[in-house]
């Protein structure tokens, strides 16, 4: 009994204690990330950029909403969220209560596909197979049906009233610490929204400094941006895989970036240009899947310096 029982039952336990960890404890192991980015130009006085990504929030969550106000003793320079700010339609309230201390200071926002329409329960092997497939969200794969349509007018006016800029297929300009920073965005290529051809052409020129701003970092406007001449891109959604293997890293993004960059800072080169790449690993999950493995929750601060000459 024991010899033919033993092993199944020895697997069986692993599974619930790696479960139990990764959805009890890791999920709600919050994290700050301190990241120094050398892109400004000779002279610029550094700037501190808090990026938040992927709250995924849903009703109830406390200790995530604790966290997100404790952000703000940090005192950046400026705000960038990067979309999926929720995982439940009835928590508009509770983002904005969360992030209320983070937009006394200047911002900015994008959203993602999770802000529109709220999660469905899917099998997460499918993540595997659309990229085996090179499908992912609606690039490659049809509109999902019965899908429920979130307040995402509610956030947007919170955002908008506490001043952070929606920089939704649009450019922004905000200061910080005196210096003059343009902001372009584009809405969540995970779901077709993007339409760079709105904001292209690159950095005006009047700005002290000028990044992009993506939800999900999708090559097409990769390639777009830096080929334009940001010097920086920011971008969510990938969660960093949420689910990785130790000494191996992740698995998918989610999208058509490789899993080198799934999250955290790198660079992106097209027709001769070369961006940094700063992907948030976010601090959130889908509410059908409230687990994170080998890949903690996290917000980061970017400190941007000066170029080397």
């Given amino acids: 009994m024991r010899a033919r029982y033993g092993v199944p039952l020895g697997i069986t336990a692993v599974a619930a ?21 050398p892109v400004l ?12 990504s992927d709250i995924h929030m849903v009703g109830g969550q406390r200790k995530k909403q604790r966290w997100l106000r404790s952000l703000a003793g940090l005192r950046p320079d400026f705000v960038i969220n990067t979309g999926d700010n929720l995982s439940d339609p009835e928590a508009v309230p509770e983002v904005l209560d969360a992030l209320g201390p983070l937009m ?44 429920v349509h979130n307040p995402w007018e509610n956030l947007r006016d919170g955002f908008d009233a506490a001043g952070w800029l929606n920089l939704t297929n649009t450019r922004g300009l905000l200061k910080a610490d005196g210096a003059t920073i343009e902001l372009t965005g584009v809405d969540d290529p995970h779901i077709k929204r993007d339409r760079y051809a709105e904001v292209a052409g690159g950095p005006s020129g009047t700005a002290d400094f000028s990044m992009g701003v993506v939800h999900a970092p999708y090559l097409r406007s990769l390639d777009a941006f830096t080929a334009d001449g940001y010097p920086l891109i920011l971008a969510g959604h990938t969660h960093g895989g949420q689910v990785c293997l130790p000494f191996y890293g992740a698995f998918v993004t989610n999208c058509d970036l490789d899993t080198d960059r799934v999250k955290g800072l790198s660079t992106h080169t097209s027709e001769g240009r070369t961006a940094h790449l700063h992907v948030s690993a976010g ?27």
């Fill in 17 to 37: 204690a790696g479960l139990l960890y990764s959805a009890g404890f890791e999920a709600r192991s919050f994290r700050l990330r301190r990241v120094t980015v």
């Fill in 41 to 52: 130009p000779q002279g610029m006085r550094p700037v501190r950029v808090l990026h938040v």
């Fill in 104 to 147: 006394d200071f200047p911002g900015a926002y994008v959203f993602g596909s999770n802000d529109y329409y709220g999660p469905t329960l899917r099998n997460p092997a499918r993540y595997l197979f659309e990229k085996a497939q090179g499908r992912h969200g609606l690039n490659g794969n049809p509109p999902a049906v019965g899908v």
């Fill in 283 to 309: 601090c959130g999950a889908s509410r059908y899947t409230p687990v994170r493995f080998a890949c903690p929750p996290e917000a980061t601060l970017l400190t941007l310096v000066p170029r080397e000459a």
